[in-house]
């Protein structure tokens, strides 16, 4: 079936350093790729998503480019801000798994220090 | 619009209780999601449903019960709560089916069966 790993947390990092959070993915189809946000006490966010191959999603500043042939959706952000501290989630969704679900990597927790 | 809203935010069970949580929409979306999440795992798809009147088992159905009788109402019902069932619950809805469509998440609840 499929399955998304992404890094462990947390990951601490001083404001305005350079934000990578890998994801990779093992998928039936041709998937579409998401980016989620959780920030404390709220539910997820949609932050960006890629829908083939060679996409890129943005937004906010965060950006994550669809690689079909390392299987992979990195997310990345050039310069991270206290108020990025949150848990982000990669996900994808296939034609074939039921109901169009969202299949979830296990969140990574990033914590950014003034 | 409030988006997608789930009560309670915290409960603590007792082992064969029962309970009911509470999601709601307003946003008219058609489809509807039930997802779990273990600590350290991603979100599981419990149940989902397409419209009012429909539901359908996801990766994760065993112990809980749907019902969908109006487009803005997805409650899930716990018969016998187990300790295994300990978890935060999202409920989740999109306005299509489809991989490329966004799902909409609530804040979720927190369960602690004991």
């Known amino acids: 079936g499929d399955s998304v790993t992404q890094m462990e947390g947390p990951v601490t990092l001083s404001e305005e350093a350079f934000l990578t959070i890998n994801c990779t993915y093992t998928?039936?189809?041709?998937?579409?790729l998401f980016w989620y946000v959780q920030y404390p006490g709220e539910g997820l966010q949609l932050l960006l998503k890629?829908?083939?191959?060679?996409d890129k999603g943005s937004n906010k500043g965060f950006e994550a480019t669809y690689r079909k042939e390392t299987t992979s959706f990195h997310l990345e952000k050039g310069s991270v801000q206290v108020s990025d501290s949150a848990v982000y989630f990669c996900?994808?969704?296939?034609?074939?798994?039921?109901?169009?679900?969202?299949?979830f990597g296990g969140g990574t927790r990033l914590m950014v220090k003034p | 619009n409030a988006g997608v809203t789930q009560t309670p935010k915290f409960r603590i069970l007792k082992i064969g209780q029962s309970m009911t949580l509470q999601c709601a929409q307003d946003?008219?979306?058609?489809?509807m999601y039930w997802y779990r999440q273990d600590p350290g795992m991603g979100l599981k798809l419990i149940y989902y449903?397409?419209?009012?009147?429909?539901?359908d088992k996801g990766e994760v159905p065993n112990g809980y019960n749907v019902s969908r009788s109006t487009t803005e109402y997805f409650p899930l019902r716990l018969e016998l709560a187990a300790p295994s069932q300990t978890s935060v619950y999202f409920c989740?809805?999109?306005?299509?089916?489809?991989?490329?469509?966004?799902?909409?998440f609530g804040p979720g609840t927190r369960l602690l069966v004991l």
């Open positions: 946003m008219n979306h058609n489809y």
């Open positions: 996900a994808l969704s296939d034609e074939y798994n039921a109901g169009n679900m969202l299949t």
């Open positions: 449903s397409v419209g009012a009147g429909i539901t």
């Open positions: 890629a829908t083939k191959a060679d």
């Open positions: 998928a039936t189809g041709y998937p579409s």
């Open positions: 989740a809805s999109s306005y299509r089916t489809g991989k490329k469509e966004t799902q909409y």
